[in-house]
Structures are given as structure tokens and as C-alpha cells.
């Protein structure tokens, strides 16, 4: 269980024999190092790096796991998830797919809308119930850190039933969970087609008292035509900077409003999507150090055509991460290994950018490089350990799961 002490808190282990991809920035590519070891105390790494260099001291006493020559990678990080959510829309998929148009679908009752209705009805304990089996199928596949997004309950008891309902998750099973909330992501019923009014009980009300009690790590809103405009959102992010808490942005993905520049304005620690993105976006992100989150499994499920901009990314040093956007409405999606196989498919990143993403780019997306991300001495030893003979193999496949063992903590 999660938060339990750990009574061997004291003994090191060793995981030996094996070969690491460290994902270290300080080295090229993924940071390899074959013949490899990982010392562990406490929950923290002691030492990552080739066996053979390993102080003596540490293996006195201490627990040897043989790793047989398999390889390990940092704990794998979800970094963008709306992963509380009640019931799914699988009936409107089914719709669509019998050529109904989204008006006909949001007519019929669905949409975010319908998200929305289900997740008021909903108590929070069914909220977790219904929530673990999507948490669950990632930590199966080696994930050791999830965000998870409010934006369902679109009021101030039903956000913050919805992120104690995140935070639970964390005491439910041994995995790091980072809360974002969500307000400003679409338009209840109740508020009558006022954005405006809705933004300012958002950004006055809802956000201050989310914030006072403790219940977020980060601000996030959707900067779109179907929701909100750069200048509302500017108004939540004013808020949220005056009580302390990071941004992140929904932006670009159906229309170029220049989210990008506004989260890199704001600071933001990532933009998401981004598929409309221009190069003044790509150039501002690059100068405030905001992460690119790409989200292919939204792109592919909405069929979308337009690509996020790689290129320009690569080209202005843009750091990127990859992740599911799990969601009941456009990404229906709990496999970070299928994400980082669309991501490589679909918009062409490389094996290196599809790891990185998935570990040490989703860390920093998240704020939390200093503490997991990488294999390295100092952070905490949130570990995947894969069968696998190259780290291709975890990009390559779809719908195999070749995970060995997950630690998380050192447990
Ligand atoms: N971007 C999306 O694609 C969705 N939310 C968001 O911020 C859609 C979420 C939904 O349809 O339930
Ligand atoms: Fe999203």
C-alpha cells in the first residue's frame, strides 16, 4: 500500500545485471549504460550507473536482485490525463460512427455535457471505484507517476469532490498522483451560455477556495473557440499566480488562438495539443522553458488532420512530452505505451523523444524533474524494468505489454 512505512526503509537494494536507460540529460540519446546497476535506500537512488563502478560499500548487506540483462527505465509518467470521470460515451461514438454530426450528438444529450451530468450524480466514492480500473491499466504498463485533471464538475463542490477523488488514488495504489484543476474547460448548463460570468466564478471563487484547500498543483483551462478565449483564460492564470499555483494550457488544438504564447507568457510548465501552433508559438515556449505535451490519442480518436509542429520544436529547443489525455470525450486512451507508439506513427517523433516524453520531459511538464524523471543518484526510485532486447521494442509494438517489474519508491 501507498503511504506505508517502509520498515526496510534501511537496507539497500540492488538491482544489478542489467542495462539502463538512464534518460540522465547530462548524457546523449537515452542515456544508456549497459552492465548496469541501480543502488536503492529509502525510497531514493543511491547510485545508477555501470556496475563495475559502483562503490563496494553500498553491496555490504545489502538485497541483490538479478536483473538477468533486462533493461530499465525510469518509472513511466503520465502527464496529462482527465482520468476522473463517470460513466463513458461510448454511445456516442456509436452515433458517430452511424454518421450522426456532433450537433446531432450534443442534441441527443452528449458532449462534454453529458460528462458533466454524470460526474455531479456520481458520489465521490464511485468516482474512485469507477476511476481505478483506468489507473490501474497504466500502472500495468509501468507507470509510476499520473496528473489528473478536474473539469467535469464545473462547480465548486463537484471540482473539488473531483480532486479529492484524484488525491485518493494516490492513497488507493503506490503511484504519484499530481492534481490539476480544470475549471475552465467547458460551459456548464447552469451558467446560460455566459462565459464570461462563468470565468469570473471560476477565477473569484471556485480557484481561491481549491487553492486554500490544498487540493490542486496546478491550473489549467481549454483556450479554444467551443470554450474559452486567451483573455479569459489570462483572467484564471492572473488568480493562479497570485496564489502561487503553475499553469498549464489546452491550446491550439482545433483553431491557432495563441494559447501557445499565452502559456509561455504566463510561464506555464506545459501547452498541450498545440496542433495549430505557429512558429511565434514554438519561439515563445523555447524562451519560457514550457514543455509541448503531445496528445495523439485525441488526434487520432477526433480524426484530426493537422499535425502539432514538430519541426519547429525541434528546431527552436522546444522539450516535449507525450501523453494519454485519457478522457470519456476525445481520447478514451490508458495505454502510455500505444501513445508513444502513435506518437512515433503519427506525427514521426523518434524512439528517443517518444521515452524522454514519457519520463524525463512529462516530469519537467509536471514540475518534477528534481524528484523522479531519470535514473539518476537523488531521485526517487520510481523504476520500470522491461523484457525487452532495445528500448525500440517499447515504441514498436501495439497492445503487447512486455513489462517485468514497476517499483515505485524503491517498493
Ligand atoms: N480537450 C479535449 O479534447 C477535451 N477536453 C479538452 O480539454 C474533450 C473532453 C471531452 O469531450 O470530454
Ligand atoms: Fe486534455
Known sequence: MAGENNSRAGVVR?????????LAEALPGLGIVEDGAIAVQGGRILYAG?????????????????CEGRWITPGLIDCHTHLIHAGNRANEFEMRLAGATYEEVAKAGGGIVSSVKSLRAAS???????????????????VTSVEIKSGYGLDLENEKKSLR?????????AVTIRTTFLGAHALPPEAKGDKDAFIDLVAKEILPA????????????FCEGIAFSPEQMARVFDVAKAVSLPVKLHADQLSNLHGAELAARYGALSADHLEYTDEAGAVAMAKAGTVATILPGAYYFIRETRKPPIGLFRQHGVKMA???DNNPGTSPLTSLLLTMNMAATLFGLTVEECLAGVTREAARALGLLEQTGTLEAGKSADLAIWDIERPAELVYRMGFNPLHARIWRGQ
Do not use: Y
Open 210 to 221: 481549491v487553492a486554500a484547500d490544498g487540493l490542486a498543483d496546478a491550473v489549467d483551462g
Open 165 to 173: 477523488a484524484a488525491r485518493r488514488l494516490g492513497d488507493e495504489r
Open 50 to 66: 555501470p556496475e563495475a563502478e559502483m562503490p563496494a560499500a553500498l553491496g555490504q548487506n545489502a538485497e541483490i536482485i538479478d
Open 322 to 324: 507525450v501523453a494519454t
Open 124 to 142: 465521490e466514492d464511485e468516482l474512485v471505484a469507477q476511476s481505478l480500473p483506468r489507473l490501474d491499466a497504466l500502472i500495468a504498463e509501468g
Open 14 to 22: 540492488i538491482w544489478r545485471n542489467a542495462r539502463l536507460a538512464t
